[in-house]
């Protein structure tokens, strides 16, 4: 049982107040993202270049590169914080976080797969795709695993198997590659990145990540029935078999189009809804939209910190959420470990 | 019967190693720079092994050569197996292999990678004694200046158009380094060297956009196999500030070694300056 | 409003959990569900709530086949009180009761007037309205089965179908929580009620429905129900009877096998 006493922390900021000041943030962090980089950039005057179609450097730099960055920041942040909050309501399992259990790693064998076999040079979407059919292999198998009645232990050890099978699958699929460079990316698969990202990725990757949220958005209430039990859940007119499904092709939607990429970029769905729930009251119904919004927070200023930290080569993404995650997670296991003993 | 003058061949090749003195007979050759010259000066009978990258036509330009001969993977055992009388290798190379030659006693030449048109002259001549070779050496030679002479002259340094070679992953090659003195010879600036960096630099993507040098040296462009790396070089932001006519693509093959490689990738950058001058006087 | 099962049938994995089984509840009126470990309660109960699907027999609601009905409907008619009563975050009482207003939701709708009156008369007749800020988590066994009961009367259903609400509770909570099935029943709610407890059984129950390895034994009023001859036959237990206050008082005395008393 996962109860017992939790720190009591500020309780039940006004829903509509705690997704305002977060949306404000992502606005702020989307514009501090675009005016930060390598060049020291005069935003206006690029925007104005843009706006009468002149092709300048500063356009270019503004429009090509910074954009899509932003952008994707913003969505596979929101993709991130959205599937944790889901998972964690699914599973009834406050540790359920695409990266710890294995679900962004298949994802990312998945595209890996798509793109270095060529698929994805002769059909764009392959790259999503892929990222989407692994990402739904590792949800549906978890689910099956440890989703019932599992426990913490059970999912976590799932979990782990799934992330060693997966970082191996990719490792193993790089080093097939005919690519001299192909088996030094595993880096970026299992540590993630948005540099040099462009426009035409953001139109591949929003779509799949879009229709994920849609079918989420609509899953609050079936979370919070489903914090009283599965029967409990049943018997307040909720279809499972429906609500599961549901949430597991949303979750890999929005994951595998992320990862897809941007690699796997972890503990953001860990982190962020953990951080919210005591302000939503602990519902996992009302904890969806905060954490799609504290996600893309999360990732745009952990993107930002990074360029203004690297020097040389830009240190991954997934490496500073994973510096911020993993300890956050050990407290998490410690904590609740000594609840359920 | 297609083999006879083939056959014909050796024997005469045979022939003629018997009437020169000290003629290895047994050479391995353990890296990549080292096999292109063995493969372009020795005769085939005196190639014991070349490395398994003289089999790889991205990077080596005698690849369909090296199909013919033995390769190795760069290891002692592979040395001692194959009884060599002379190891040539570079100098950072195979140092595990390297150690087992001299070992044993093995005569061993290493180079250095050259730094420029003349070091790799120079190597080229000092190869072809090692292999008893130097009246082939000496043709190359000829050769190459005869070549470099018919390039028109470079332009003065301040009207020399700005280039970069942009490789996977970011990275640039700046001064000191054979691609710099082949970027002079063209009548380049390397935008690398300008930008106070270091002979192997990173240069952001950003940055590129922001100096928009007047050309763009790339060393593939097609996709296959695909890699991040390389994809970076196809990204739309460099798609819109380097259109076909300031973009060059110049073969890793080329210029990775020293060689007779060097001498067309001088040529393929002229021709690019060329075309580059051109169009900035049209407009 | 009327629920009824008829010849009910439940094999898993050939195993037989009830064989033809029929029951009927009644609006106004407490019905106590009884047997030994085993005998099929909580599968019947989950039948009867549309949970586990039957193998044969159906389940009718005011005429209308279980079955047929959509599960938002089914849901405003029959509310559901599990064993366990998992509570998985730590809710607060009042925010958990509300759940119970989810078969009633709009789409997008936040808890509207009737929902709010809904909680508040379910917190007060459950007697947890001084516990609502209170974490589910934080409470003591009694206020956390009164929390839940509220829960499942929030749904205002008219049938209201708990599993063994009172196995794990002190005899004044057991008490509290009999006393609150038997004010729903009342006020017009027809409550289903499994127990363990005979005694509890007698006094509170308006009518018990027995059952054993899978088959109906007795169904009736609990005098009859609770004859000595079939507990024997149910529980193997002989127990000790009196009067009191106009209703049959009940304590399981002794085991015994068959007609042969164990022990002394």
């Known amino acids: 049982m996962l109860l017992r006493k939790l720190p009591m922390a500020v309780e039940r900021v006004p829903p509509r107040l ?171 698969w299992l540590m993630g990145s948005l540099a040099d990202r462009s426009l035409g990725m953001v139109a591949l990757a929003a779509p799949p990540m879009l229709l994920g949220w849609l079918l989420l958005a609509r899953a609050g209430p079936a979370l919070d029935a489903l914090s009283l039990g599965e029967d409990t859940a049943r018997s307040l007119g909720f279809d499972l078999g429906r609500v599961r499904l549901r949430i597991i092709m949303a979750t890999a939607l929005a994951v595998g189009a992320a990862v897809a990429v941007a690699g796997v970029i972890g503990f953001v769905g860990l982190v962020v809804p953990h951080l919210l729930r005591p302000l939503v009251g602990h519902r996992p119904g009302r904890l969806l939209l905060p954490s799609a919004l504290g996600g893309a927070v999360l990732v745009l200023a952990a993107d930002i910190a990074i360029r203004l930290l690297a020097t040389g080569p830009e240190l991954k993404l997934g490496v500073l959420t994973a510096l911020l995650g993993a300890p956050f997670f050990l407290w998490l296991v410690v904590r609740l470990r000594g609840e359920e003993g | 019967m297609a083999r006879r003058p083939a056959a014909l061949a050796f024997l005469m090749a045979v022939l003629v190693a018997a009437t020169a003195a000290a003629r290895p007979a047994r050479v391995v050759s353990l890296d990549l720079c080292t096999d292109q010259l063995v493969l372009a000066l020795a005769e085939p009978g005196q190639i014991a092994a070349v490395s398994w990258l003289a089999r790889d036509c991205t990077l080596s330009l005698r690849c369909a050569q090296a199909g013919d001969v033995p390769v190795h993977y760069g290891t002692g055992e592979e040395l001692v197996a194959a009884s060599a009388d002379l190891v040539v290798v570079g100098r950072h190379a195979a140092r595990g292999a390297v150690s087992v030659a001299r070992a044993r006693g093995l005569p061993v030449l290493e180079l250095d990678s050259p730094r420029d048109l003349e070091e790799m002259r120079a190597q080229l001549l000092r190869m072809g004694e090692a292999l008893g070779q130097p009246g082939k050496a000496a043709a190359m030679a000829a050769e190459l200046d005869t070549r470099l002479a018919g390039l028109p002259p470079p332009p003065a340094p301040a009207e020399r158009p700005v280039a970069v070679l942009y490789q996977a992953n970011g990275t640039t090659v700046g001064p000191g380094t054979l691609v710099d003195a082949v970027f002079e010879r063209a009548g380049l600036a390397n935008l690398a060297g300008r930008a106070g960096s270091a002979a192997y630099g990173y240069l952001p993507l950003e940055l590129l956009v922001r100096h928009a040098p007047d050309l763009l040296v790339v060393e593939r462009e097609d996709a296959w196999p695909p890699s991040l790396a390389e994809q970076m070089i196809r990204h739309p932001a460099l798609g819109a500030l380097f259109g076909p006519d300031r973009r060059v693509v110049v073969p890793q093959r080329l210029w990775i070694c020293g060689g007779m490689g060097n001498l067309e990738a001088v040529e393929r950058l002229a021709q690019a300056r060329h075309a580059v001058a051109e169009t900035a006087d049209g407009r | 409003m009327r629920l009824a099962g008829r010849e009910l049938t439940v094999r898993i994995e050939g195993r037989t959990l009830l064989e033809r089984v029929g029951i009927e509840a009644h609006g106004g009126e407490l019905l106590g569900l009884i047997g030994p470990n085993g005998a099929g309660k909580s599968t019947l109960l989950r039948v009867l709530a549309g949970l586990q699907e039957a193998e044969s027999g159906e389940v009718v609601c005011d005429g ?36 119970g207003r989810l078969p009633h ?160």
Not at chain 1, 66 to 78: E, Q, S, T
Not at chain 3, 218 to 232: I, S
């Open chain 1, 18 to 188: 705690l997704s305002g000041l977060l949306a404000l943030a992502v606005l702020l962090l989307l514009v501090g993202s675009a005016a930060t980089g390598r060049v020291t950039l005069p935003l206006l005057a690029a925007m104005g270049e843009i706006a009468a179609g002149q092709s300048t450097p500063g356009s270019i730099i503004l429009l090509e590169l910074r954009l899509p960055r932003a952008l994707l920041g913003g969505l596979v942040g929101a993709s991130l914080g959205l599937a944790g909050a889901a998972m964690q309501g699914l599973l009834r399992n406050p540790l359920a976080e695409p990266g710890v259990v294995g679900v962004s790693g298949l994802a990312a064998f998945g595209a890996v797969v798509a793109f270095y076999t060529g698929l994805s040079a002769r059909f764009a979407y392959a790259l999503p795709l892929g990222g989407i059919a692994g990402a739904f292999a590792a949800v549906a198998l978890l689910y099956a695993l440890a989703g019932r009645r599992g426990g913490l232990l059970s999912l976590v050890l799932a979990g782990m198997a799934l992330n060693s099978l997966a970082g191996a699958l990719t490792a193993l699929a790089l080093n097939l590659s005919p690519n001299p460079y192909a088996s030094f990316e595993i880096v970026f």
């Open chain 3, 64 to 99: 209308e086949p279980l079955g047929r009905l959509r599960p938002r409907e089914r849901a405003r008619r029959i509310a559901y009180l599990p064993q366990d009563g998992e509570v998985h975050w730590p809710l607060q009482v009042e925010t958990m009761v509300a759940l």
């Open chain 3, 105 to 264: 939701r709009r789409v997008w709708g936040a808890h509207e007037e009737r929902d709010r009156a809904a909680v508040e008369k379910a917190l007060v007749a459950a007697g947890v309205a001084g516990l609502r800020r209170r974490r589910v988590s934080t409470l003591s066994g009694g206020e956390r089965m009164r929390a839940l009961l509220a829960r499942a009367l929030a749904v205002e259903a008219p049938v209201l179908l708990a599993d063994e609400p009172v196995a794990a509770l002190d005899p004044y909570h057991q008490l509290a929580v009999m006393e609150l099935l038997h004010e729903a029943a009342g006020r017009g709610t027809a409550v289903v009620v499994v127990l363990h407890d005979l005694g509890l059984a007698a006094r509170f129950c308006d009518r018990l429905v027995l059952l054993h390895e899978g088959r109906l034994l007795a169904a009736g009023p609990p005098e009859a129900v609770l004859a000595e001859d079939k507990l024997r036959r149910a529980y193997r237990v002989t127990s000790l009877r009196w009067r009191h206050e106009g209703r049959d008082c009940i304590v399981p005395w002794q085991r015994c096998d068959g007609d042969a008393t164990v022990g002394s």
